[in-house]
């Protein structure tokens, strides 16, 4: 059952000095709490639902008490103390969105990931060629530079520049490109043998158990600064007469606001996945060579074909395609489904805005020809806006996405072969 609870919290406010005996208030900053959950049907509680909740709130930071009593008309009479002004951006921050992020925690913690690429691997031989007389080239041109020979106009340097900056960019990415994946081929093949053995024996132990994983995602950290003009007395709160402010007050300054933001994105699934030749052969006897091609990515699948389009791995770097092309592919092949999968965010932006003012004490009457008897005081402080957001959502056994009413009786079957039952609306996984 879903449940949503919201309440308002008041922040400052409070009294914080009285003005000719009247009190006087902080200012206040009225802020939103919400929290969006589920109610899940238990004891045992063996998953968690999908939950959001946002939090604003204020932290004043208030400075010690000071008195100022100015006796001549119009009479002030203070005593107190003051807080830096909160500050709001014109553009509150709103929670990330965790579309695809799900996608991308199942491609990166699926059990029967392949161990390498290599028929991506035999694709790209055809660019060995090329690879070849580029690096050719490169060798060339090393062995005709003229190191003893000065150009003669500033154009000629140019030139010469330009032509060093041309090549050197292709030749960078022909190295990192070309041949340093190509010698990650070689020694992989050379380890070929043992890491396909170590994982025929890692799944033939985990064939229908429970398989756990857990990664990050995404974390990001990072301060900037807001500028903000503003007067000394429009940066502290509450706003004091005139009269009790230094004279050298100024009216506007310079005082940036800090922005700090952190983000983290991680995922946590619980697997189980069934193949049945390793079931009836758990001692390896047998012939596992489609599997082995499989686990070696030489299978020509949706996954190579993808990998070895034009631009494809541009377009990994702006969404997860390739995650979700693979993800399907695997899920239908091996029959792995998830007893629980969550993909969760917690996330802040903090706003810590700086206040200072200079303020009279003591007593100013006509006698004193309104000289203060006291020393001004420079007031300082730093009022902190916190925006913190904790996400998490919750994928059913085939992925985020798909609702257990658009499960095929298919579907359905395979949990019940991996002993997974549906109990209200979430899965009660086997111990």
């Not at 925690?105 to 660019?127: A, C, M, W």
């Not at 899920?331 to 003012?357: F, I, L, N, Q």
Request: a positive charge; one cysteine or more.
């Amino acid at each position: 059952m879903s449940r949503v609870r919201a309440r308002k919290v008041r922040y400052g406010g409070e009294v914080c000095g009285t003005l000719n005996g009247s009190p006087v208030t902080l200012q206040s900053a009225l802020c939103l709490h919400y929290c969006s959950d589920e109610v899940h049907v238990g004891p045992p509680y063996r998953t968690g639902g999908p939950f959001f909740m946002t939090k604003k709130a204020v932290y004043f930071d208030r400075t010690s008490s000071f008195a100022a009593n100015y006796f001549i008309l119009p009479v002030q009479d203070w005593k107190g103390y003051l807080a830096a002004t909160p500050y709001t951006p014109f553009s509150e921050p709103s929670p990330t969105s965790l579309a695809g992020w799900g996608a991308i925690g199942y491609n990166r913690t699926f059990p029967l990931h392949p161990i390498y690429q290599l028929g991506v691997s035999l694709v790209e031989l055809k660019d060995l060629p090329h690879m070849l007389t580029q690096t050719r080239d490169f060798l060339k041109g090393i062995r005709n530079i003229p190191l003893t020979r000065v150009p003669k106009t500033v154009g000629d340097f140019i030139h010469d520049l330009n032509n060093g900056a041309v090549h050197a960019g292709g030749d960078y990415l022909n190295l990192q490109f070309g041949w340093v994946p190509f010698i990650q081929d070689l020694v992989f093949l050379s380890q070929m043998k043992a890491k396909l053995r170590k994982k025929m024996v890692w799944l033939t132990n985990k064939n229908g158990k429970a398989v756990r994983r857990k990664i990050e995602l995404d974390k990001a950290e990072f301060s900037e600064n807001i500028d903000r003009f503003i007067s000394e007395p429009g940066s502290m709160t509450p706003t004091l007469p005139t009269m009790l402010y230094d004279s050298n007050v100024v009216t506007s300054y310079s005082m940036p606001v800090r922005r700090d933001v952190y983000s983290r994105i991680w995922f946590s699934a619980k697997y189980r996945f069934y193949i049945p030749e390793l079931a009836n052969d758990p001692l390896l006897l047998g012939d596992h060579r489609l599997l082995e091609g499989e686990l070696l990515g030489l299978a020509l699948d949706p996954t190579i074909l993808y990998k070895v389009t034009a631009w494809s791995w541009l377009l990994d770097w702006f969404t997860s395609v390739g995650a979700v092309i693979q993800n399907i592919y695997l899920r239908a092949k091996y029959h792995v489904v998830a007893e629980y999968a969550y993909v969760m965010c917690d996330e802040s932006h903090t706003y810590s805005a700086p206040g200072r003012c200079t303020v009279h004490t003591g007593k100013a009457s006509l006698s004193s020809g309104g000289n203060w008897s006291g020393v001004s005081r420079t007031l300082s402080g730093i009022t902190t806006t916190k925006y913190t957001f904790h996400q998490r959502e919750v994928a059913n056994p085939y992925g985020f996405g798909i609702t257990f009413a658009s499960l095929s009786a298919y579907q359905w079957s395979i949990l019940a072969a991996l002993g997974l039952s549906r109990g209200g609306k979430h899965l009660s996984p086997r111990t």
